[in-house]
């Protein structure tokens, strides 16, 4: 039950570092939600959990059984990129912003957060490395584990996207730009954290 807890957690904060970043999927749900309500933040997320999914499946199905001989340099490059997007997380929230300038609106929200999502490189860079890393790391205590890891990150994506539709759609943003660059900060030491236990696991 304990490991349970922990890997949805770990899935939820790393989710939530993923989903916080400005990209075109944080994009696409504004502009759908300067005509619509609360409801687009849960339907991007929904076209965002297929993109999600569909690698899930291949890591548990073929990436996970190529990859096993190869653990520990997951592990190590997982890690690493931890560290990696931690810094440029917390380098990107001193000009982050809710307010930028958007620009046209999406028609069909689950469609939005599936095409931002596979057009975005963060995306990939981010499911190549951290993403394929911690589910793999999840699979050694079993699917349900790993699956579990992918309920928490979904949390995560469900609860931000839902939270900035929210707050468009009522004409006034929930949160300050300040707030936005300090949460954003808050989760770029924690990747920067768990990146340092995950690499410090393979000296043990």
Known sequence: MYDVLQTFLLG???GLTGALAPGPTLVATINASIAGDWKIGPKVTVG???AESVIFLLIVLG???LALPYTTIIALTGGTALIVFGVLTITGSRRASLN???TGTVSNPYLAGLVTS???PYFWIWWLTIGSAMV????TGGIVLAAVFMVGHWC???GWFTLVSTGVSQGKTILSDSSYRRIMGVCGIFLILFG???LSILWV
């Open 100 to 102: 930028g300038p958007v």
């Open 63 to 65: 990436l996970a059984t």
């Open 156 to 158: 995560a994506d469900l």
């Open 136 to 139: 793999i790391a999840g699979l």
């Open 196 to 198: 340092a236990y995950y």
């Open 48 to 50: 965002h959990m297929i």
């Open 12 to 14: 939820l904060v790393i």
């Open 118 to 120: 596979a057009a975005n």
